[in-house]
């Protein structure tokens, strides 16, 4: 067993927004309960990305879609 402490609830995909409107297709309540109930200090809450699924879907880096293009190579070299 790891000795490692806990420092967040993360939740992945926990919404959307259109037009302004926060969406939460799977629910709410379920981070804020694991973090009440083993008292953990933080709770993230990253969004559904449409274009970070369609980069995994095209097995390219959500960064090489953007216009960063000095940093997608510089991603490449890492990763080639």
């Known amino acids: 067993m790891l000795q490692v ?3 967040a609830v993360v939740e992945n995909m926990s919404y ?3 037009d302004g409107v ?4 799977f629910g709410a309540g379920s981070g ?8 953990l ?3 993230i809450r990253f969004p559904i990305v449409a274009d970070l699924s369609a ?6 880096a959500i960064i090489c879609l953007s216009h960063q293009q000095q ?5 490449l070299s890492y990763t080639s």
């Open 71 to 75: 940093l997608c190579y510089l991603w």
């Open 22 to 25: 926060r969406h939460l297709p």
């Open 5 to 7: 402490p806990c420092v």
């Open 41 to 43: 200090p933080n709770l």
């Open 32 to 39: 804020d309960r694991i973090v009440r109930d083993f008292g």
């Open 16 to 18: 959307f927004e259109v």
């Open 55 to 60: 980069a995994g879907d095209g097995e390219r």
